[in-house]
């Protein structure tokens, strides 16, 4: 196959999905306006992936079927044929060549995400430079598929939560992806944290803004750091 015969998928453009699969997702965050990240929810029938690379990086959440789909996984030319099981997860970075075949209708969610989305939620968690995100065949992996759900349920009630939830669930999945699933796992793990004038600029910025849907971004700015690292001293 020439290149530029490749199968490139944009999950930015709402139709582009539909090059690679056979139908509409079920479920959509379009609409949503989430910071950073976007989830679809497929239901498919037997299906040959072309192969194909997105200029996203791209989790997919493997859920229901009938009876275990029996998938065949390709990622760069390397071949993972096996049962998939609920909560299965499968990492494709951008620019990956992939493709996929499945026996059965089987239920899924996708996960995509801009690389720069992953390097601004992780950049103060590392020391190491040029992280990158690196390819997965399935495999199960609980924290991925419950956050995966928890973005899913949060979508179906319209968002009665808060961009500060949802910011907080991306957040956490990329610090996962970070100590897990990338090149270098250099990771500086705060031992305390956010200093009492730092805690309390960002208190009273909550306070003075109650009425306001914030957004972890913005409160991470308060302080100039990145919203994972923000969110970890946070919790401390």
Known sequence: ML????????????????????????????????????LQYHRHPPHQLSENHSKQHRIIIHDRSPSPPMVEEMIEHRFQKRQFGYGDVTVVPADVLNSAYWNTEYEFITLSFEARTFARHTFDLTTATDIELVPSFSKPDQLIYSLGFALKSELESSGVGSRLYIDSLTAALMTHLLRHYSAQRSISRPQSGLAKRQLQKVIDFINQNLEQDLALAELAAIVQMSPSYFSTLFKH
């Open 3 to 38: 290149a530029s015969d490749l199968l490139v998928i944009d999950f930015a453009q709402k139709d582009d999905v539909l090059k690679l699969y056979p139908e509409a997702p079920l479920l959509s965050s379009d609409k949503a306006q989430w910071d950073g990240i976007q």
